[in-house]
């Protein structure tokens, strides 16, 4: 990470000459912009290679004030942990993301191991799926076991056996759902335990330090999520500004406490983009998250009551915005086939959801064509075919009928769900193939 400069002023929209700024021990004299946004009010960002350096790749925030745009921050974001972009004909992208546990190539799908597993599977048949990520929850694993007893169990590594990269969310998710239960304030959200009714507060820095002391390798900035159905719509203005208050002191709080890490142990920080369905306020917060000190964009808020076709707006117009920076970008919450096929296709390198494990435990399955089945319709009582041929899941290539597991599913046997949810999550990880041109992990 290079040091800050800051007072830069430029007063030539096309060039600009600091006398003389020391970025990562070397004197640039001359910075000739390659990307330069229509500067507006408010933050932006702008990416700029220097050819002398083929190396490094930095990024510029900057304000405008009074006519003039001054530099506050330069940061390098040079492509040390996501590699290869390859841009696709149809909108989507793979690449290789690199974290401190491992690489992971993109398009990825990742499932929610809410209390640090995912539910009925063990991490042999997670990987077995080809998953590369499981996601863990803050807001779960705070509450119980606590992060303190994670820690002292090997982290979220250790405590549950995963191998691979894992992300945490920033909990705001789990708080938001506990509308009855929670106040929220400039300080953070402060909610009654579901449970116990002892009240608890977290904040911006005590979700940075939560996700820190799990042992997480790529975590999510607080934010303050609304939902978009009618009634919460009003609260989108509120819950966009306060997210990029609360952006700034979860950075902060995160070079505080990564200070004395190597780079290459330090987790990937995840800015979100909050604004609802305003798509102005889409703009402003993408290009806040993207200025900021960051390593990767995540795109939230979606998913929590707008119909498919007002999601999908969002995500195409967005396209129109993103900056050329090697950063991974994360849409939360989306794990329907259709809604991954469509973010992927609109530059989306990772999404997550709890909806095939769920969906699994109660006898949903996808097949060819994106379709669903429910596996205790009557219909399927003496079918001996699998849940689908052309997949390559185990549960479909050992053969376990659809009359087995309708079966196993009648008479509460958890198999069933264990079975389906290897099923389902192999359906995703195979769509995500697809976009990498058939190329497993």
């Known amino acids: ?19 003389q700024t020391l970025l990562g021990g070397l004197y640039i004299y001359e910075f000739l912009v390659e990307q330069f946004k229509a500067v507006k009010r408010g933050w ?11 190396s490094l790749m930095l990024t510029y925030s900057y304000k405008y004030v009074n006519d003039c745009v001054i530099i506050t921050s330069v940061m390098d974001v040079k492509n040390t942990f996501f590699k290869g972009i390859k841009p696709a004909d149809d909108g989507s992208r793979s690449a290789i993301l690199q974290t401190r546990v491992g690489r992971v190539m993109t398009p990825i799908f990742m499932p929610d191991g809410t209390r640090g597993v995912v539910k009925s599977l063990t991490p042999e048949q997670v990987e077995s799926t080809g998953v590369q990520v499981v996601l863990a929850n803050t807001y779960h694993l705070h509450l119980q076991p606590g992060e303190q007893v994670v820690s002292a169990l090997g982290g979220v590594h250790g405590f549950g056996k995963w191998r691979g990269p894992i992300l945490t969310d920033s909990g705001g998710f789990q708080i938001f759902s506990l509308s009855k239960l929670r106040k929220i304030t400039e300080e953070g959200v402060e909610f009654k335990h579901p449970v116990t009714g002892e009240m608890r507060l977290i904040t911006p820095e005590k979700s940075i330090q939560i996700q820190l002391e799990l042992g997480s390798d790529m975590i999510v900035a607080f934010d303050h999520l609304t939902g ?9 203005l509120e819950a966009y500004e306060r997210t990029h208050r609360w952006l700034e002191r979860c950075i902060k709080e995160f070079e505080r406490l990564t200070v004395d890490m190597p780079e290459e142990q330090k987790p990937i920080l995840f800015g979100v983009v909050q604004g609802g369905l305003d798509k102005e306020l889409r703009r402003k917060s993408l290009e806040i998250v993207q200025s900021s000190n960051v390593g990767g964009i995540a795109i939230g808020g979606l998913s929590v009551g707008e119909t498919k076709a007002e999601m999908y707006d969002i995500l195409n117009f967005l396209t129109n915005y993103y900056d050329n920076s090697p950063r991974p970008r994360f849409l939360l919450g989306v794990g329907d086939p259709p809604d991954i096929r469509y973010a992927i296709e609109h530059g989306i390198d990772m999404l997550d959801c709890v909806l095939p494990t769920r969906n699994a435990r109660h006898a949903t399955v996808w097949v060819a064509g994106d379709k669903k089945i429910h596996l205790t319709n009557s219909k399927y009582i003496d079918d001996n075919s699998v849940i689908d041929p052309g997949c390559d899941c185990y549960t479909c290539e050992s053969g376990y009928s659809k009359g087995f597991l309708r079966h196993q599913f009648k008479v509460k ?11 389902n999550l192999r359906y995703l990880v195979r769509i995500c193939e697809e976009y990498r041109g058939g190329q497993p992990a």
């Open 1 to 19: 990470m290079l040091p800050r400069s800051t007072g830069l002023l430029i007063n030539d929209y096309t060039s600009f000459w600091p006398a």
């Open 44 to 54: 932006l960002s702008f990416t700029h290679q220097i050819s002398s350096i083929n």
């Open 228 to 236: 978009l159905d009618n009634k919460s719509r009003k609260d989108v």
């Open 413 to 423: 046997e958890p198999l069933a769900g264990t079975l389906c949810s290897i099923h």
